[in-house]
């Protein structure tokens, strides 16, 4: 696992005004891998097509607010 010496871990906020579409991009890709994971077990895995909703959402942002 990474190591990490902080106690804390940065985030990021992305909004229309402070646009982030590469670490929305990642997030979507995130969901992605984890949507072809659980069809594995489940191909009509509710959840799954929750990931998929949102990653739609994400990605529909990120297209509209592109920018790092």
Do not use: H
């Amino acid at each position: 696992p990474e190591q990490c010496n902080e106690p804390w871990r940065p985030t990021w906020l992305v909004t229309p005004t402070q646009p982030g579409s590469d670490i929305v991009g990642e997030a979507v890709a995130s969901l992605a891998a984890v949507v072809m994971v659980l069809r594995i077990e489940d191909p009509a895995s509710a959840t799954a097509a929750a990931y998929v909703a949102r990653a739609k959402q994400l990605f529909a942002f990120a297209k509209a607010y592109p920018g790092a």
